[in-house]
């Protein structure tokens, strides 16, 4: 799908993380109350009508061990000359190049052989510049993209530190790097596409003519430090084909896992996943950074967590780190770019499952699809896709809606009925067996005018997984990421206004929905408490994407046309008379 310049539009100096609460605890925070309202308020005001292949994280003493390198073997005929020692390779000053594509601009350097910047060309950062991916905060404390690592702890100081030989390819799309200091031969090699996110990487280590396996590094997560809850989504990633998914963990699929950790699951040490990996790197909720092995080799996969400053004078937090490799020579192709659906499908037909759909992934990928055909065939508007889409939505539940309303209404009808029996029983416990009586009065009643009690939530129960894949949408997919919509700058983040008026807006359309609406009861403690649930969906609503805000109003604003027309076409309810109460007999000597 085609990458449209995207601006996150948030302030520029990183702020200290906050702990607050993540998005699907705030929704199922709002839901769980908003059942105890419309479920159990009734019952108290009135009657109720293969095993993964990781190992375990090694300490900080283990993670630092240095091993012996493998020793050479003598010849055997003593009377054989040794091996010429190999020819000394370096630069005497460090030198930078840069490969610039239609859609990056790399900086590479001959320190290390790495990478120091790698700009996305098509993607904005908060402050409308080309987005950088390489964590410039990280580049002062650990190893730039692309360094090595030894696999048994051995330090690559020496290597990470040396000035390569350098040689550019003519055509000024690769480069090569060669270093040697007569014992320790290190060679890399970059190539690149003027015109996709695909490019290559390879890397070789000796040591006296033996191979030495080692891995490719990317430190630091990313430079985009202005991602909301940065630290749980920028996390390494793996994908194991061999290993079965299992929906719901229950249910096996046939697809290959998914693994993915995060700098916490690194916090006693790296930890070391190895098996014939797919591909492997580090990710965030937009971007990744991948090495896809050409031949279907085993691989090793180190996470890391590195605590770096975002800022100056800013307190240190956890960013994940990767290293991938294994062999003496590590041979990848290497995927640098945005997670689009479409982009991810052309590299690797497996690379879109790094698109995290959540549970309800059934209904948020066909969501995203249809908001994509609108916005590309009709309104060329991510905004206003999703209010046509909820439009169409909320025309499908029109029935549900048309069910719920007369149920309610029937329940009014039966309210003074209903009064009368609590009026029976008002010095009834919730203890007394007759509270049993009670109940069964009312249920009766309700049964005998063909009353459902619960039929005023029926349109509630589809909203809440509609709602949860609207989130996913607005939060996995790159599209809508710095999408516009009227004053709203990036409907995948909260308003940048002072005041969030969507928020706002959506609460004042609830209370009117909810003053048009028949209430089914009259205890007026009940009422009360239905009249708070727009101020606390205010609340859970204030800080999330403007795009869910107004996926909501929208709902709001369809439903009070909707019942405008249904109140209009159906008559007020029949309030039933209460039943009289049995007459005294008189005293027959009076």
């Not at 360094?147 to 003519?170: H, I, M, R």
């Not at 990767?322 to 192709?333: E, L, T």
Request: proline share 9%; charged share 20%; hydrophobic share 40%.
């Amino acid at each position: 799908m085609a990458d449209l310049p995207n601006n996150l539009n948030q302030p520029d100096k990183p702020k200290q993380p906050r702990k607050e609460l993540s998005m699907e605890l705030r929704l199922l925070i709002a839901f769980v109350l908003m059942g105890i309202v419309l479920f159990v308020t009734p019952y108290l005001y009135k009657p109720p009508a293969g095993p993964k292949r990781t190992t375990p994280p090694t300490t900080p003493a283990e993670a630092q061990q240095v091993t012996k390198p493998p020793e050479t073997k003598k010849p055997e005929n003593p009377n054989t000359p040794p091996a010429a020692p190999a020819v000394q390779v370096s630069a005497a000053q460090e030198q930078t190049f840069t490969i610039d594509t239609d859609l990056y601009r790399v900086d590479l350097s001959n320190v290390g052989g790495v990478v120091h910047s790698w700009v996305l060309k098509k993607f904005l950062d908060s402050r409308g510049k080309p987005l950088e991916l390489v964590n410039a905060a990280a580049l002062s404390k650990v190893p730039p993209p692309f360094a090595v690592s030894f696999k048994d702890g051995k330090p690559a100081d020496q290597l990470n530190g040396a000035k390569f030989k350098t040689t550019p390819k003519p055509d000024g799309l690769g480069i090569d790097y060669e270093y040697s200091d007569g014992k320790t031969v290190c060679r890399k090699s970059f190539r690149f596409a003027k015109n996709s996110y695909l490019s290559q990487v390879t890397s070789e280590v000796t040591e006296n003519g033996v191979g030495i396996p080692h891995l490719i590094e990317w430190r630091g997560g990313f430079g985009d430090l202005t991602v909301l809850n940065r630290q749980s989504v920028q996390q390494s990633v793996f994908y194991d084909p061999l290993q079965t998914k299992k929906l719901f963990g229950v249910f096996p699929t046939g697809q290959g896992e998914l693994e993915v950790h995060n700098a916490s699951a690194a916090k006693n040490g790296p930890v070391t996943s190895v098996g014939n990996f797919s591909f492997a790197g580090v990710e965030d909720t937009f971007f990744a950074a991948l090495l896809l092995p050409k031949e279907k080799t085993s691989i090793e996969v180190q996470t890391y967590k590195d605590d770096l400053a975002p800022a100056k004078d800013a307190k240190e937090e956890p960013f994940v780190g990767a290293g991938v490799g294994g062999d003496a020579v590590n041979d990848f192709s290497l995927f640098v770019g945005p997670k689009d659906i479409d982009i991810l499908k052309n590299v690797d037909p497996r690379l879109p499952l790094l698109i995290d759909w959540g549970w309800f992934w059934f209904i948020a990928k066909p969501l995203f699809l249809a908001m994509h055909w609108l916005n590309d065939h009709m309104v060329h508007n991510y905004g206003w896709s999703i209010v046509l889409i909820t439009v169409i939505i909320n025309i499908l539940l029109l029935p549900l809606r048309f069910s719920s309303m007369k149920s309610a209404k029937k329940m009014q009808g039966l309210q003074p009925q209903i009064q009368a029996i609590n009026a029976k029983y008002k010095n009834v416990g919730l203890r007394d067996p007759k509270k049993a009586e009670q109940n069964q009065e009312v249920m009766d009643l309700y049964k005998k005018h063909g009353v459902n009690p619960m039929g005023g939530c029926l349109p509630m129960i589809p909203q809440i997984p509609i709602l949860y894949a609207f989130y996913k949408v607005l939060n996995v997919t790159i599209e809508l990421r710095g999408a516009h919509w009227l004053w709203v700058t990036d409907l995948s983040q909260p308003e940048t206004l002072p005041i969030h008026l969507l928020p706002i807006i959506m609460v004042a359309s609830q209370f009117i929905m909810q003053r048009m609406t028949p209430n089914p009861a009259a205890d007026p403690t009940q009422a009360k408490m239905m009249a708070f649930m727009p101020l606390m969906f205010g609340f859970f609503f204030y800080n999330v994407s403007s795009g869910l805000v107004l996926y909501w109003l929208t709902g709001n604003l369809v439903g009070i046309v909707q019942q405008w027309l249904m109140n209009r076409a159906t008559p007020a309810p029949v309030v039933a008379a209460p039943p009289k109460p049995p007459s005294k007999k008189k005293n027959s000597r009076g």
